[in-house]
T-cell receptor
């Protein structure tokens, strides 16, 4: 089955700095890679996703890159703000009408003033 | 609207109790999911329903019994749980039909379950 590794487990940055979270996956058939943000007491919220036919995707301060050859994908957050503080999970799945999402272990991001 | 609604938000139950968790979505999605999340861990898939039929059971103990009465509603029936079953139970849904959006899963806020 799929295995997703995520690093770092914790990340502390100053407000305005950039944050990068990296994931690797094992199943070469995986072709969908979402990122979720989970705040305390809430469910995971989809913030950005990328499919295997695309190398990079950007949405305002958030970007995701994918290297299919190396089986790596990364989340980049620029100009971090205190409200970006949360746990971030990467995930991977194959295409299909009801596919299993395999999550990384999570990164706790702390944005300090 | 990408809302998945879960009730109750919190539940405390004894090991001999029977209770149910409820999940509802009105996005017309045809795939619905139950996940279990322990503290400081990622969500772990339990069950997947596709077109109201159980399509994936991740070897979950029989004390957890899922039910999908219609395309908008998903239940998780609980019976004779153990203290180690205490966790956040998350429901998610996805379009479940062929197309570029088929995989996107939207999560509810979860039910925090404590088993005494």
């Amino acid at each position: 089955g799929e295995n997703v590794e995520q690093h770092p487990s914790t990340l502390s940055v100053q407000e305005g700095d950039s944050a990068v979270i990296k994931c690797t996956y094992s199943d070469s058939a995986s072709n969908y890679f979402p990122w979720y943000k989970q705040e305390l007491g809430k469910g995971p919220q989809l913030i950005i996703d990328i499919r295997s036919n695309v190398g990079e995707k950007k949405d305002q301060r958030i970007a995701v890159t994918l290297n299919k050859t190396a089986k790596h994908f990364s989340l980049h957050i620029t100009e971090t703000q205190p409200e970006d503080s949360a746990v971030y999970f990467c995930a991977a799945s194959r295409s299909g009408t009801a596919s299993k999402l395999t999550f990384g272990t999570g990164t706790r991001l702390q944005v300090t003033l | 609207d990408t809302e998945v609604t879960q009730t109750p938000k919190h539940l405390v139950m004894g090991m001999t109790n029977k209770k149910s968790l409820k999940c509802e979505q009105h996005m017309g999605h045809r795939a619905m999911y139950w996940y279990k999340q322990k503290a400081k861990k990622p969500p772990e898939l339990m069950f997947v329903y596709s077109y109201e039929k159980l399509s994936i059971n991740e070897s979950v103990p029989s004390r957890f019994s899922p039910e999908c009465p219609n395309s908008s509603l998903l239940n998780l029936h609980l019976h004779a749980l153990q203290p180690e079953d205490s966790a956040l139970y998350l429901c998610a849904s996805s379009q479940g039909t062929r197309g570029v959006f088929q995989n996107i899963q939207y999560f509810g806020a979860g039910t925090r379950l404590s088993v005494l």
